[in-house]
Every structure is written in structure tokens, then in C-alpha cells.
């Protein structure tokens, strides 16, 4: 598949009066265009440094980054890649910018100098996309944690991106609402073709990425399919991440002995625990 961003030996460190910290620490990484991908790690790991890294709001001390084949390096391309590459943050207020809904969404596009005409099909696409169409003379102020989140995607689907990043935007939802980010961005992927790169916390938001990226102080430790990453439980538990439900009960059921399969999901593993009887 065709690749639409490379990450090659990138570093980048935060300096303050108490030191350097290399929050990125030599990464090389390849995104292919219309996959859906997961980086997964805790505070610190180097997750949304990495994010920034790959939309041009930050660009590495050293190696480089390409999105669609330019680098983000080249200063008078950066509103390009930024166009490219929307990113949604952790907390979806600090993305509104308008009293009403479809304003907020039309904002990005109007700062792009689209035609007012064009603008107007945009919001309604992104709207419908997202599934809020029905909201959009509402105030988001007074929307559910999950409703705000997909307004900010629909925010930044508006200005028509090749690639969605999402940076931890699932953290401050209760579960409803994540179920609805989720659905929505997978949606998003499949049907509307969108590259989307996930980061979280969260193990089971991985469960049907296309590749998942597991980073630990500032470096890759390890990445491949959900099935791969969550078969190496031993070098899973130095990230003090929680493996998902599922694939904690797979591995208690093998240590007593049972011969069960590593199950990622819970109707997997429920036909699995049937078969035994």
C-alpha cells in the first residue's frame, strides 16, 4: 500500500532550567494511506509529541517526517501538511471557538479562504459524517462529552484532511461516549477512506486497528497486528498497560491449563470457553 506519512529516525527533546527530556527518541515509522492505526502507551511515552511530529506543529531536532512525500521541514509547505493532517486534542471545549454548532464547524474552512458556497457543503458533509447533523443550530456547550468530541472531529473534517489524528480523545468520555468517538472515526475509515491514527491509553480501542504502535520513553517497543502486540504479554506488562479483558482471561485460562486460543474480543472468547465443555 501506498505510504502517507514516514517517520525516519526522528528525536525531539522539551529543554526547561531542570534539563533536556527526550520525549522522541529516534522513531522510524511508516502509515499507509487508509489504514487504521493505534499508538498505544502511557503519560510520558512520547505519544503526542509523536502526533505533533506528524501534522508539522512541531518538527524534529533531528531525521525527518513526510507527509504525502514532503517534508515537514519545508516552512512554506507547513499550512499544507497542516491541512493535510487534522488533529483532534484530548478536550474537545478548547476546540470550539463559536455559540452555534455549524459555525463552529465552518470556522476552519473560512480560515482556509474556501468559497462561502463550498463551505456550506462542507459543514453539512462533515455534520452527516459524524452523525449531528440533526444539532447543528445547538449550542455545543450543552452537548455530552462524546457529542462535543465528534463536533471537533467534524471540525476538522471540514477542512477535507487526508490523515485524522486523534490525541487521546477518548480520555475524558464515560464509556457511552467513547462507543460513539469510536464508532464514528471507524465509520470514518471504512467508508469515507480517512487514514485515522488513534492515540490512547486504552487497549481495547486497539482491538481492530489495522497495526498498533506501542511506544515507551520516547522509542518504539514494539508494533504489528493487535493478534502480534497482545501475544507478548511479558513485554506488554513494562508498559503497565492493561491488557483487555479478554486477553487477560485467554492467559489465566492457559496458566491453569486450559487449552484455549489468545482471544481478543469477549464473543471470541466465550465460543472459545464453550468449546472446552
Not at 516552512?75 to 478548547?94: A, C, H, M, T, Y
Request: aromatic share 6%.
Amino acid at each position: 500500500m501506498e505510504k502517507i506519512i514516514e517517520v525516519k529516525n526522528a528525536f525531539y527533546s522539551y529543554k526547561s532550567e531542570d534539563g533536556t527530556l527526550d520525549a522522541v527518541n529516534g522513531i522510524s515509522l511508516d502509515i499507509e494511506r487508509g489504514s487504521f492505526t493505534v499508538f498505544l502507551g502511557h503519560n510520558g511515552s512520547g505519544k503526542s509529541t509523536l502526533a505533533k511530529l506528524l501534522n508539522g506543529f512541531l518538527v524534529p531536532d533531528s531525521g525527518d517526517v513526510f507527509v504525502d512525500g514532503v517534508n515537514t521541514k519545508v516552512e512554506e509547505r507547513v499550512f499544507e501538511i497542516r491541512s493535510k493532517v487534522g488533529l483532534v486534542f484530548q478536550n474537545p471545549d478548547n476546540q470550539m471557538v463559536a455559540s452555534i454548532i455549524e459555525d463552529d464547524i465552518a470556522f476552519g474552512p473560512e480560515n482556509l479562504g474556501i468559497p462561502r458556497e463550498e463551505i456550506v457543503e462542507r459543514v453539512d458533509w462533515a455534520l452527516n459524517a459524524v452523525g449531528m447533523n440533526a444539532y447543528r443550530t445547538h449550542t455545543p456547550f450543552k452537548l455530552s462529552g462524546g457529542q462535543k468530541q465528534r463536533i471537533a472531529i467534524a471540525g476538522i473534517l471540514a477542512m477535507k484532511p487526508t490523515v485524522l489524528i486523534l490525541d487521546e480523545s477518548t480520555s475524558m468520555l464515560d464509556p457511552q461516549g467513547r462507543k460513539e468517538v469510536l464508532e464514528t472515526v471507524r465509520a470514518l475509515n471504512k467508508e469515507q477512506g480517512i487514514t485515522v491514527i488513534l492515540i490512547t491509553h486504552y487497549m481495547d480501542e486497539a482491538l481492530d486497528a489495522d497495526n498498533v504502535v506501542v511506544l515507551h520513553e520516547g522509542k518504539i517497543l514494539i508494533q504489528g497486528t493487535p493478534r502480534e502486540i497482545f501475544a507478548k504479554k511479558e513485554l506488554i506488562s513494562k508498559t503497565k498497560l492493561e491488557l483487555p479483558v479478554a486477553a487477560y482471561i485467554s492467559y489465566r485460562l492457559l496458566g491453569e491449563g486450559y487449552d484455549v486460543p489468545l482471544s481478543l474480543i469477549d464473543d471470541e472468547l466465550v465460543e472459545s470457553i464453550c468449546r472446552l465443555r
